[in-house]
């Protein structure tokens, strides 16, 4: 086990991993490549690097959440097919580069890598490969609703049939029961963690105004409302330099270029460059490498400076929690990953220590009472209630209505409670604001909704989550 000298204090590394229920809902360009994309380029890459930690005696590195709806995908037999299908195809696109181009052998050899990582470590799918790093407490696993509802959405009855089913579904997958949680879109209702604290969560992060729009400070852990239920705020600043292509890590010069795509070969061989400039440069991945160990260097300066800034503040033991979707590292920021592992790799000799959401949150400072808020546009709800979507909001009202009404007359099927969860999946609203596959979206809902109430269920495959009333 690594042993950090005397700390400065600790960074708390919190991925959120989720995508929506794509199997059999279209393949390209919305559906099932993006679960292919991400499980190749962000999930296996993570998992494989948080095992490397491991083995080199790295503990709590971070607290990691991988959706029950995501989960129940990167196990599925039909995604596994599909994978190898697209890693291979994968090669071919690589194969069909010029023989003189630069980046050939390197797409080749990341194509064959991520191949081989697959064979051998992911032919069962994921869950064995997540149990293992929750076993050897190389993280903490949060757990969540099964399908990603927005929460403020829901009825409440709705919201613990959702969130039972998720946890339980961590024990039949993982071996393991979860006492903390990513709430969907850090979305927050007051009320909400006596549900949390019913079902066993002890801890949750929300986004930083929620907590200094109570004139609280972000960094400390609190005890939410008259609960047991204990709440920490993300470092927004910090979790920007990770997030943003503009002003992050992410937008370097020399890193490649996620929206530029060689639709010849479809394959990014691009470079960010200069951002104004839409003429780009080859990708060149050694150069990208230099960068990856200036800016991880330069951001353990940026923990020391505040981490520093909270000591002399008066906070004892100062934390500081990073954010972020999973999906970020290795999918939309191709070096992302060797960032994260060259970051834990670099901490020990700042004396910074990783810890878990957990171990953060463990000695709360005092009570909080805390508004309305999610991590969205604006830091409201308007993303998932606002104008664009009310007629969205009315539908999933509708739906969790004729659904209550069902478990009161004790006549609601599990195909009906499988089809309103996945109607209830905050993607939805979020593309349909957003504008991004809006009326991809839109499809799903109504889809969802014609099946809940005809009582067929055409994705049969999914209740490997269980639902009871």
């Known amino acids: 086990m690594i042993m950090f ?87 071919l696109r690589s194969l069909n580069l010029p023989l003189d181009h630069p980046l050939r052998s390197y797409e080749l050899r990341k194509a064959q890598e991520i ?94 105004p929620a907590v200094t729009s109570v004139g609280c400070i972000s960094s400390i852990p609190y005890q939410l409302g008259n609960s047991k239920v204990n709440v920490i705020a993300r470092d927004a600043q910090i979790s920007d330099a990770l997030w943003s292509h503009e002003r992050g890590y992410p937008g370097s010069a020399p890193y490649r270029d996620f929206h530029f795509i060689h639709h010849e070969h479809g394959l990014k061989l691009s470079a960010v460059g200069d951002k104004e400039n839409t003429d780009k440069r080859i990708y060149d991945p050694q150069a990208a490498g230099v960068q990856v160990e200036v800016d991880a260097r330069n951001f353990i300066r940026e923990l020391e400076l505040a981490l520093k800034a909270k000591r002399d503040r008066g906070e004892a033991h100062p934390s500081i929690v990073i954010g972020i979707d999973t999906e970020l590292l290795g999918h939309w920021w191709h070096e992302g990953i060797a960032w994260f592992e060259r970051v834990v790799e670099l901490l020990p000799v700042a004396s910074i220590a990783t810890a878990t959401l957990e171990q953060v949150t463990s000695e709360f400072h005092s009570r909080i009472d805390l508004p309305p808020s999610s991590w969205g546009s604006g830091k409201d709800w308007s993303v998932w209630t606002g104008d664009q979507v009310r007629d969205i909001v009315v539908l999933n009202g509708q739906s969790q209505d004729l659904v209550l009404e069902q478990l009161g007359s004790r006549t609601c099927t599990s195909a009906q409670l499988n089809q309103l969860m996945l109607q209830l999946s905050s993607d939805w609203a979020f593309m349909i604001t957003r504008d991004s596959a809006a009326q991809y979206a839109r499809d799903r809902i109504l889809g969802h909704r014609n099946q809940l109430i005809s009582g067929v269920d055409s994705d049969a495959a999914f209740p490997l989550i269980s639902f009871s009333a």
């Not at 380029?41 to 005696?57: D, E, K, T, V």
Request: net charge negative.
């Open 115 to 208: 191949l081989t990582i697959f064979g051998e470590h992911f032919s069962r799918g994921a869950a064995p490969r997540i149990r293992t790093l929750i076993d050897d407490e190389v993280i903490e696993f949060l757990g969540g609703p099964a399908t990603h509802p927005f929460t403020p959405g829901l009825d409440p009855k709705i919201q613990e049939i959702s969130l039972r089913a998720g946890l339980d579904d961590c024990v039949r997958r993982f071996g393991n029961s979860p006492s903390g949680m990513w709430v969907p879109e850090c979305a927050y209702r007051p009320g909400q963690e006596e549900i949390y604290e019913k079902l066993g969560i002890t801890h949750f992060m929300v986004d930083e």
């Open 5 to 91: 000298p005397e700390s400065q204090g600790r960074v708390a590394f919190v991925f959120h991993s989720h995508l929506p229920w794509v199997l059999g809902h279209g393949v390209w360009p919305v559906g099932e490549e993006w679960l292919y994309q991400a499980y190749a380029n962000s999930y296996i890459p993570l998992i494989h690097s948080l095992n490397r930690l491991g083995a080199r005696g790295f503990r709590n590195v971070a607290s990691v959440g991988f959706t029950p709806i995501l989960s129940a995908q990167l196990d599925h037999p039909d995604t596994l097919k599909g994978l190898a299908a697209w890693l291979h195809n994968w090669q």
